[in-house]
Nanobody
Framework: QVQLVESGGGLAQPGGSLRLSCGYS????????IGWFRQAPGKEREGVSC????????YYADSVKGRFTISRDNAKNTVYLQMNSLKPEDTAVYYC??????????????????????????WGQGTQVTVST
């Protein structure tokens, strides 16, 4: 059974940085895209970023482009989300998610659509990120 385990959430000041990690264990996630979703109180869950397995192409929501960077270390079975220039509106529970990457990284494109949850095959438990003074 595949498991995704997030770590690295916490409290940051506006303009600060945090790095989230997503470790995966169990059956191999070869050829799975790994993404990050977030859900703020009272808001819909949204895709934030995604990275493919084979060519490690990265995808970002417009709201985080230029501030967040996703990376992947397949040897360590870990995906990272470096979050810089944090804003209060980044406050949310962040979830690591996985799905078979599809042709030309199509799963990553799915993850950044509205209502992306239906494309997820594996969920992490979530980690809270709070950006506040």
């Amino acid at each position: 059974q595949v498991q995704l385990v997030e770590s690295g959430g916490g409290l940051a000041q506006p303009g600060g940085s945090l790095r989230l990690s997503c470790g995966y264990s169990g059956s191999t996630l070869d050829y799975y895209a790994i993404g990050w979703f977030r859900q703020a109180p009272g808001k819909e869950r949204e895709g934030v970023s995604c990275i493919t397995y084979t060519d490690t192409n990265a995808y970002y929501a417009d709201s985080v482009k230029g501030r967040f960077t996703i990376s992947r270390d397949n040897a360590k079975n870990t995906v990272y989300l470096q979050m810089n220039s944090l804003k209060p509106e980044d406050t949310a529970v962040y979830y690591c998610v996985a799905g078979r990457q599809g042709v030309y990284g199509s799963r990553c494109l799915n993850f950044l659509l509205p209502q992306p949850s239906k494309y997820v095959e594996v969920w992490g438990q979530g980690t809270q990120v709070t950006v506040s003074t």
